[in-house]
């Protein structure tokens, strides 16, 4: 299954801020969507999720929903009918060929990197997953990875080092996008930049026009 990585909205919130958000940016044109709740319990994830995917699916655009971390809901929500597309791994989640199985070979799955080891890593696997995530581009508030940011030059050596596509992440701005996207990687995850935004939509665009 194709997904179109150039703007990927990571969702925060539970409640129908969050819902309007995403479908106003798939709409927009955003090419994917990750529901993050990490707070959420998994009866709220399940019913935010199916959320989502109802709201992005009403838009007609195309754009992928996948579920963070958590592959079991993401199965329960398909299972339920929900257009719900795949998932994306962190490092102490499933392993990337335990969710294949379970998802099956049309689902997209992605998995967080960031360093140079994590990414070669992925590599190894790269015939089970159809992205990676690496980050943080700048340090973030929303998610203490650990890891030292990357900024703009940091995101070369990884994408020389896979092929895999990559997906910057990491208090990312629309503003950064050109020059993130002269780094050769496919797309930038956006979380504040458009949970918070007065216009998602403007903030899309911007973002894809960075790719053009």
Request: proline content about 4%.
């Amino acid at each position: 299954m194709s997904v179109d990585l150039r703007c990927y909205l990571v969702t925060s919130g539970t409640g129908p801020h969050t819902v309007q958000v995403t479908a106003r940016a798939a709409a927009a044109g955003a090419g994917a969507v990750q529901v993050r709740a990490k707070e959420a319990s998994t009866a709220q994830l399940f019913e935010l999720t199916c959320a989502v995917a109802e709201a992005v699916a009403g838009v007609g655009t195309g754009t992928r929903v996948l579920v963070n971390d958590r592959v079991d809901v993401a199965l329960a929500a398909q299972r339920a009918g929900a257009a719900v597309h795949g998932v994306h791994l962190g490092q102490d989640d499933l392993p990337a060929s335990a969710a294949r199985d379970l998802l099956g070979p049309e689902a997209i799955i992605g998995q967080t990197t960031g360093t140079l080891e994590l990414v070669r890593r992925a590599e190894q696997d790269r015939e089970l997953l159809d992205y990676i995530g690496a980050g943080p581009f700048r340090r973030t508030p929303t998610k203490d990875s650990g890891r030292e940011p990357l900024g703009v030059a940091g995101y070369r050596e990884l994408v020389a080092a896979t092929g895999l596509p990559i997906v910057a992440i990491g208090d990312v701005r629309p503003e950064d996008a050109a020059a993130l996207a002269g780094t050769g990687v496919a797309g930038v995850a956006l979380v504040r930049a458009l949970m918070e935004a007065e216009e998602p939509e403007s903030v899309v665009r911007e973002v894809l026009a960075a790719f053009a």
